[in-house]
């Protein structure tokens, strides 16, 4: 089925580990975007891609990198793992212009992580 | 900056009950509205929207009215079912440029048989 896929679903880390989280889309958007979500916290922008080799900081960018070396791929690193990043991570994809008002995102299944 | 807020807490009712959850925005310019629902262990799907003032989104027998004199686009279901329990979060858009949207914290909806 089209859509977002996440890998890995579930992992837990060491403190001052490294991985890297992998989104892919298969519907040729433009825009690529990292959210965490956090209890009562909602959703909160890590980082986003407005095309491929681009990337922009969001509203918690820091301990967190990204690359978009591929149009359908954008991948987010924890360099340096610490509790604090213990979240739900969601990728998402959109298209850009006026669709963006009918069909809003399309949300990956999410990666549990926990640092402990 | 453009921000959206939902009223606090978990909403818990009984099957069949009416359900409202509040949602009010702060943006310049005219942005796009949206609810999303997350069901259990799954990501968020987009559930209605709305592009401009006075615009209805419907979808599943949930409504939302986008209300620019008030800000807001409360989100309202006249029967629910115990299917309907998720978390139901509001979200804008911030135009063009980058698509960002901004969402609400989100609200725990439970429906009890």
């Known amino acids: 089925n089209a859509g977002v896929t996440q890998t890995p679903k579930f992992r837990v880390l060491k403190t001052g580990q490294s991985m890297t989280l992998l989104c892919a889309q298969d519907?040729?958007?433009?825009?690529m975007y990292w959210y965490r979500q956090d209890p009562g916290m909602g959703l909160r922008l890590i980082h986003y891609s407005v095309g491929e080799g681009t990337t922009a900081k969001g509203e918690v960018p820091d301990g967190y990198n990204v690359s978009r070396l591929k149009k359908q791929n954008f991948l987010l690193g924890l360099e340096s793992a610490a509790p604090s990043q213990t979240s739900v991570y969601f990728c998402?994809?959109?298209?850009?212009?006026?669709?963006?008002?009918?069909?809003?995102?399309?949300f990956g299944s999410g990666t549990r992580l926990t640092v402990v | 900056g453009n921000s959206v807020t939902q009223m606090e807490g978990p909403v818990t009712l009984s099957e069949e009950a009416f359900l409202t959850i509040n949602c009010t925005y702060t943006?310049?310019?005219?942005?796009?509205l949206f609810w999303y629902v997350q069901y259990p262990g799954e990501g968020l799907q987009l559930l209605l929207k709305a592009t401009k003032a006075d615009d209805k989104g419907s979808n599943k027998g949930f409504e939302a009215t986008y209300r620019k004199e008030t800000t807001s686009f409360h989100l309202e279901k006249g029967s629910v079912q115990v299917s309907d329990s998720a978390v139901y979060f509001c979200a804008l858009s911030e135009g063009y440029g980058n698509n960002r949207l901004a969402f609400g914290k989100g609200n725990q909806v439970v429906v009890i048989p």
């Open positions: 943006a310049t310019g005219y942005p796009s």
């Open positions: 998402a994809s959109s298209d850009d212009g006026d669709p963006i008002k009918l069909y809003g995102y399309t």
């Open positions: 519907m040729n958007h433009e825009y």
